[in-house]
């Protein structure tokens, strides 16, 4: 029988169960709601998201992470346009990228699967990180 659901999402299944196998959209909502208490309580990270709203993000949040576990495709804005003019630095997209590792691990989630989601995150990178201010923009096509 499943004993510790062991027989799920870890043979043939195993490139495209990695939501399931985790429990769902339910522990990823866990997670992004970890995450971004993580984000609201670093100061470096904090004064990105004053304008946010945190229902609305967490949401979508939650169902990029979703999709990426899934291999689906996110039915959201791109993140160049989610990301655009906000002015991300290097050091703030790997702060970023590490409170979600984190939280992952502190909600149970195997290593592996941490690390395939880090993974599958690295070709957004330079989605995300934008040099130049929107003042920048703004000038260049006065
Ligand atoms: C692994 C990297 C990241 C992923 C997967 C990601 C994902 C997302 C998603 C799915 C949204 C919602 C998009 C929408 O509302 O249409 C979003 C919004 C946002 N992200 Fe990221 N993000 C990442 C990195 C960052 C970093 C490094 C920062 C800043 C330090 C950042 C700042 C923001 C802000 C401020 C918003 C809200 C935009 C708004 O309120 O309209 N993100 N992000």
């Not at 522990?27 to 709203?53: G, N, P």
């Not at 291999?71 to 003019?85: F, I, K, N, T, V």
């Not at 040099?131 to 006065?142: G, I, M, T």
């Amino acid at each position: 029988m499943a004993a510790k659901g062991a027989d799920r999402g870890t043979r043939e299944d195993s490139v495209t169960s990695l939501l399931d196998s985790i429990g769902g959209k339910e522990a990823v909502k866990v997670v992004v709601d970890r995450f971004y208490q993580a984000v609201w309580d670093d100061a470096i990270l904090a004064e990105y998201f004053v304008d946010s709203d945190r229902e609305r993000l967490k949401a979508h949040q939650t169902a990029f992470v979703s999709a990426a576990l899934d291999e689906a495709p996110y039915l959201g804005r791109s993140m160049r346009a989610a990301h655009a003019g906000a002015g991300i630095d290097s050091e703030s997209y790997d702060r970023m990228v590490g409170h979600l590792a984190h939280a992952m691990a502190d909600s149970a989630i195997p290593t592996p699967v941490i690390e395939s989601v880090v993974r599958r995150l690295s070709p957004l990178r330079s989605e995300i990180l934008q040099d130049a201010e929107p003042a920048a923009y703004a000038e260049a096509l006065a």
